[in-house]
């Protein structure tokens, strides 16, 4: 499956974005999308992880309350809403795919075979 994210830019502090992830190919190609994020000089973060089919979600502590992931199946889509950001989540946005039908909890980096490129947020202060 081939992801393609978008939807980053430039924001102020405490505003508001929504990044899209879209998946060309079959839908049944992938069964966990998730989101990860990369500032410059910081470790690789994943942010938000969506279980399509068994409902499960997962986000990090650094955005829970503040971030909410969704999908639109008729579109092959999957939606990261960002509010209330911060400079701290300036960074790279990826999505990225997986066909294992594990729960988010039990899905690691290693395991998202599919990426697709990365969509910049940056927040000002």
């Known amino acids: 499956v081939q992801l393609q994210a978008s939807g980053g830019g430039l924001v102020d502090f405490g505003g508001s974005l929504r990044l899209s992830c879209t998946a060309s190919g079959r839908s049944s190609d992938y069964t966990t999308i998730a989101w990860f994020r990369q500032a410059p000089g910081k470790e690789r973060e994943r942010v938000s992880c969506l279980g399509r089919g068994n409902g499960d979600t997962h986000y990090a502590d650094s955005v829970k309350g503040r971030f909410t992931i969704s999908d639109d199946d008729a579109k092959n889509t999957v939606y990261l809403e960002m509010n209330d950001l911060k400079p701290a989540d300036t960074a790279a946005y990826y999505c990225?795919?997986?066909?294992?039908?594990?729960?988010?909890?039990?899905?690691?980096?290693?395991?998202?075979?599919?990426w697709g490129q990365g969509t910049l947020v940056t927040v000002s202060s």
């Open positions: 990225a795919a997986e066909q294992s039908g594990r729960l988010c909890h039990r899905v690691s980096a290693a395991d998202f075979g599919s």
